[in-house]
């Protein structure tokens, strides 16, 4: 019997208890859902990605004891304290836009990765002042590596 | 083939699904294919489909793939009397050709005269202009920090880098405070994909088709113009889908098209494949945008809808083989799709994703063909393009080939990291691509980030997911579902077989 606390994309959902669904492959995460669809279920513990008609969807699948840590976790994230922004992708700083200290918007460039031969532009997921940067142009990057600290704005 | 081949050995000077591909046009022909590797790819695909394999450097292109004297040496040292460049890298670089040329290989691929004379795309434009071809209204000359004036273009405008390809180095501009900082990023993209910093400006044409005609041309001066293919779904400039026929492109329009490829091919001393690229106005008028004197991603489009083998004849012209009327009266016949599978995020931007593929399974069956890159377990490299595969259909018509392409993508199943799948199975029910009717910006004005996930999908996700831990439990092994790429169970079936006998 399954007490599991089910969100895609933080929203929980709350599908039919009996799920018409069949394992084709278990070892590899094979199934053929309720509608027919062929699907890959891949992950573990409470993080799994389900690829549907090519797109992947995150799916948490939490246990009483984990739905409580999330909580409290996603209660700390919502201070609008300093933000560390990180590379979502490996690669090359080629620039850096801004300087500490500078007043940012949601949506401002900050840091241009290079990746796949793509210039990506890092941008402000929202508005604050720049605090220390850690990056450098010349310099490569891993996935998550910090770029820069984002501030709360300036009080006016 | 029954007589000698063309060549003994031939080097790969690519890496990727490109470099697989022509390595097996290579073993038809009963030629000896070389990879080269970085040392990246040591374990790649590519590697294991040649005959033998040269290292050539780091992981970093441009000590590797992209240094002539590291692919110089390597094809002198194995003994190879060809090179065939591929598309993307040095492949339209015209001092590389000349060096692979003066090192004493073959270059499969036109001269370097015409690869200098049609690579820096602004040159291209007054060559073209000057034959009577029309090209997209903008500068001749170009664009600079002080003189940044794009009044006489007309906005939207588009910088575009002289040394330019594959979307990198371009960039919109839809008003002069724009200009600035859009020249300063094309720039810098420009420089860093091509070692070439120099930007001019087209206006934009809009709402327009990407339209481009394949040629084939060889040393005994007999050109071969083999139809068109629509490349109008693209991303960020990008390519994502071709098919041909063009289903915008009328007889007349068709022969309009040929005629200024002839007109364009024949601005030089034109020899092996290239593609000529038009953009089509909304009143069917045409304009020039480049030639690209290489093979291209999507040549296997063409191949399908003629029946020919474009490397093999890249190959046989290279040696110097006359095309007979196998390749002047192929005649095209039904109609051919290619969705480009890349290694990106269509729900963001089409970012492309880093990470290693874990389940790979390709579709097959009836008009279906896949060129292949990476297989179950390859580890991505943000050093390289993202491109994995193509997914290629063939059918009699063209709703056949869309129901076609819609199967295949059923068939296809990719894990480990985010793909553009999803776009594409969204892309073959979506009414205009079905109607044909589509231009440029199919992909900014009707997928955008795509559509939001339907309850429906969501509940679909969430019970699998939980029924995937439950299947998981009781012990929540430590070897999680789906992590480890594993042989196919075909794959496991066969072996056993193998033993049983």
């Known amino acids: 019997m399954s007490t599991f606390e089910l969100r895609v994309g933080g929203r929980q959902v709350d599908p039919m208890e009996a799920s018409e669904l069949a394992w084709l492959d278990r070892r590899r995460g094979i199934a053929r859902l309720a509608d027919g669809t062929i699907a890959l279920v891949e992950g573990s513990g409470s993080e799994w990605t389900v690829t549907l008609r090519g797109r992947r969807i995150a799916v948490q699948v939490l246990t009483a004891r984990e739905r409580i840590l999330a909580v409290a976790e996603s209660g700390e994230a919502a201070h609008a304290g300093p933000l560390d922004i990180t590379a979502t992708l490996p690669g090359l700083i080629v620039a850096v836009e801004v300087s500490p200290g500078d007043e940012v918007q949601a949506g401002t460039p900050l840091v241009t990765i290079e990746a796949m031969k793509m210039q990506n532009e890092v941008r402000a997921p929202r508005a604050g002042t720049v605090g220390g940067i850690a990056v450098e142009a010349g310099q490569t990057v891993a996935t998550g590596a910090l770029l820069l600290r984002l501030e709360s704005p300036a009080a006016r | 083939m029954s007589v000698a081949p063309p060549f003994h050995r031939l080097v790969v000077a690519n890496r990727g699904e490109i470099a697989v591909r022509v390595m097996r046009a290579c073993r038809e022909l009963g030629i000896e294919s070389v990879a080269l590797y970085s040392d990246a790819d040591r374990d790649a695909l590519h590697v294991r489909a040649a005959d033998r394999a040269e290292r050539i450097g780091p992981a970093a292109a441009g000590e590797s793939y992209l240094s002539i004297p590291a692919v110089v040496e390597a094809a002198l040292r194995s003994g190879a009397d060809a090179l065939h460049p591929g598309y993307g890298f040095l492949s339209e670089n015209g001092a590389f050709a000349r060096a692979v040329i003066d090192a004493g290989l073959a270059f499969v691929g036109p001269a370097p005269a015409t690869l200098a004379a049609l690579g820096d795309k602004l040159a291209a434009r007054r060559l073209v202009a000057e034959a009577g071809v029309p090209v997209v209204p903008g500068l001749m000359v170009p ?225 279906v063909r896949v060129d292949a890159g990476v297989e179950a377990g390859t580890r991505l490299r943000p050093e390289y393009d993202p491109l994995l595969a193509k997914l290629l259909v063939h059918a009699a018509d063209r709703p056949a080939a869309v129901s076609r392409l819609r199967r295949a993508l059923d068939e296809t199943l990719i894990g480990g990291v985010q793909t553009d799948l999803g776009f594409h199975r969204w892309l073959v029910d979506e009414t205009g691509f079905g109607a044909g009717s589509y231009d440029t910006s199919l992909v900014a004005d009707r997928w955008g980030r795509g559509p939001d996930l339907t309850p429906e999908e969501m509940d679909l996700a969430a019970a699998a997911a939980r029924d995937a831990r439950l299947a998981a439990a009781p012990a929540e092994r430590s070897a999680s579902l789906g992590a480890s790429p594993v042989e196919s169970a075909w794959a496991t079936q066969a072996r056993r077989d193998g033993i049983d006998r």
């Open chain 2, 143 to 367: 664009l600079t920090e002080d003189e940044m004036d794009l009044e006489a273009v007309g906005f939207p405008a588009l910088l575009k880098a002289a040394a330019g390809g594959g979307g990198r180095g371009m960039r919109r501009v839809d008003s002069p405070r724009e200009v600035g900082p859009a020249l300063a990023t094309a720039r810098r993209e420009a420089m860093a994909a091509f070692g070439d910093g120099t930007v001019y400006a087209e206006r934009l044409v809009s709402p327009a088709r990407h339209v481009e005609v394949q040629l084939l041309g060889d040393r005994h001066g007999t050109l071969a113009t083999l139809g068109e293919r629509d490349c109008s779904v693209q991303r960020r400039h990008q390519k994502l889908v071709e098919e041909s026929p063009s289903p915008a492109v009328t007889p007349e329009i068709r022969a309009a098209l040929m005629e200024s490829a002839r007109r364009v091919a024949g601005t030089v001393e034109f020899e092996n494949a290239a593609t000529v690229e038009f953009l089509l106005d909304a009143d069917g008028n045409h304009y020039f945008l480049e030639m690209n004197t290489r093979l291209q991603v999507e040549h296997g489009v063409t191949e399908l809808v003629t029946g020919l083998d474009l490397v093999s004849w890249q190959i046989r012209i290279a040696a110097g083989e006359a095309m007979g009327d196998e390749v002047l009266a192929a005649a095209p016949r039904g109609h051919a799709i290619e969705a480009r599978v890349y290694a990106e995020d269509p729900y963001d931007g089409f970012r492309p994703v880093a990470g290693a593929v874990s389940t790979w399974e390709m579709p097959a069956g009836p008009g």
